[in-house]
């Protein structure tokens, strides 16, 4: 019990002292962190999908759209039920026609996965997401979509 307690102190005064410095530990956000900040200036949402357990929402995929670049953006961002949580979690983006396949993000993050960005254009995209939570795997995959 005593040396738990010791080492929690010193983990404490660690983080403590990282955010003392403006430090985020690696794959965390800062609490401001959002979608729309994720992703950068000049993106607005267009479309979104939530992935829901039979209790909770568990995460939920934005795909957002620059018309001055004429580029797609797709974040997979964690809920309050599954922030904090190391969990494999992913974001993929795929334009009609570029020749350039499918662009992802994926891995254990405890906050969100992306920015998953390309060119689109005037074509259509094919975007989505996934989560891993308690025993489920929970993916969405957009048909071609949101053309031009």
Not at 74 to 85: C, D, E, R, W
Not at 90 to 116: E, H, I, N, R
């Amino acid at each position: 019990m005593r040396t738990s307690a010791r080492r929690s102190a010193i983990i404490a005064s660690a983080v403590a002292a990282l955010a003392a410095l403006g430090a985020t530990p690696a794959g965390a956000a800062t609490a401001a962190a959002t979608p729309a900040g994720v992703c950068g200036s000049g993106y607005t949402q267009i479309d979104s999908h939530t992935f829901r357990n039979a209790s909770a929402e568990l995460a939920r995929v934005h795909l957002f759209y620059n018309a001055s670049t004429r580029s797609n953006c797709v974040v997979t961002f964690h809920s309050a039920s599954t922030g904090g949580y190391a969990l494999t979690t992913g974001a993929w983006l795929d334009v009609d026609g570029d020749g350039k396949g499918q662009a992802k993000d994926q891995g254990a993050y405890s906050s969100y996965a992306g920015p998953v960005r390309l060119a689109a254009g005037s074509r259509c995209v094919k975007w989505g997401g996934m989560i891993e939570a308690g025993v489920g795997t929970y993916t969405y995959t957009s048909s071609w979509e949101h053309c031009g």
